[in-house]
């Protein structure tokens, strides 16, 4: 953003990016999958003493099974902006209601496959999401649709990445001007704007390359590396530092 930009040459070597929120699938991880490297550079990050975020609409379970370092970031954000989880401690905080039994019966009934129920959020795949509008309507529920590179994610109004990260930033006291964010899709938008410094990947989607203040050469877990290097070496310089 022009804001962050702005001050990256007063603030030199100063710690001014304190915190780092990456998105998951298509950004941190290629095919589902985070690299040797880029668990690595991670680890480099928190060692400095910043604080890693990690923004997905996975929902708790699947995302560690996929990947079983969550203990590296201080907050999860999951399902979207619907749970906010601390792995250090272990808990889990729902950031919204739960969803509507009532809501996920009509579904299934009307035959729509595949459909994940998670604490807050309701999830299938287009094209699905004419099912899922038309159920909406018939319960009269203030429920939005989000999509996501083909995903469809439906949750409570006003629920998204980015009120899922000032969550987890209140959480642990930290400034979402001091953030730099990193994503590729759709729903990453939201989180993306509402953090200090917007980053995109280089397979990013051309709508989320438009609005970051930098995109990174190289994309998914590369592009992350880059980032977290450029960020050591040169803090909020480091946006200065990309051509």
Known sequence: MDNGRSVCSALGAFMYIIGLATDYDGTLAHDGAVDGPTIAALEKLAASGRKLILVTGRELPDLAKAFPRLDLFDRVVAENGGLLYAPAARKETPLAPAPSADFVDILRRRGVKPLSVGRVIVATWQPNEIAVL??????????????????????????????????????????????????????????????????????????????????????????????????????????????
């Open 134 to 243: 038309e159920t909406v309507r018939e319960l009269g529920l203030e429920l939005q649709i989000v999509f996501n590179k083909g995903a469809v994610m439906v949750l409570p109004a006003g629920v998204d990445e980015a009120t899922g990260l000032a969550a987890a930033l209140d959480d642990i006291g930290l400034s979402a001007h001091n953030v730099a964010s990193i994503g590729d899709a759709e729903n990453d938008h939201a989180f993306l704007q509402a953090s200090g410094f917007a980053v995109a990947v280089a397979n990013a989607l051309p709508a989320v390359k438009a609005e970051a203040d930098l995109v990174t050469r190289n994309g998914h877990g590369a592009g992350v590396v880059e980032l977290i290097d450029a960020i050591l070496a040169h803090d909020a310089g480091a946006f200065a530092s990309f051509p």
